[in-house]
């Protein structure tokens, strides 16, 4: 016969706990109890680097249509590597979080990680490709 689940009493003081005898009053998260992200976090570094890299992505396609429209030596070349060159921050989050998944790693703090590194790398797509006067 299965044993009825019996939750814990709730505190009283709703997420707030006393730390120790010290009497102050600390927030406790629940993903520190759990000692895992919670998927909010997790949400909000993917939606900061989506913006930046759309952001990237934008200022890639300006500066690859003003490298077409002026005539320059390697004008090709220029116009290619910026029309491509939004694909590094998903190339490199993909190639982390392949890497840790072939190895069984998977985790929400790969998957952080790999926020961490679209992010990063989009600003640095933004810094090559903003328009300079």
């Known amino acids: 016969m299965a044993r009825p689940v019996v939750f814990p009493p709730p505190n009283p003081l709703g997420a707030m706990q006393l730390n120790g005898y010290s009497g102050v009053i600390s927030r406790v998260s629940i993903s520190s109890v759990r000692g895992d992200l919670a998927v909010g976090r997790l949400a909000r570094w993917w939606t900061a680097a ?46 982390y979080a392949t890497f840790h998944a072939a190895r069984g790693l998977w985790t929400r703090r790969v998957a952080l990680r790999c926020a961490w590194i679209a992010l990063g790398a989009g600003i640095i797509v933004i810094a090559l490709t903003t328009p300079k006067p």
């Open 50 to 95: 989506l913006f930046f890299w759309l952001w990237g992505l934008m200022f890639s396609e300006i500066a690859a249509e003003g490298i077409a429209k002026t005539p320059q030596s390697g004008q090709a070349t220029w116009g290619l590597i910026f029309r491509f060159l939004p694909l590094g921050p998903i190339l490199l989050a993909l190639t």
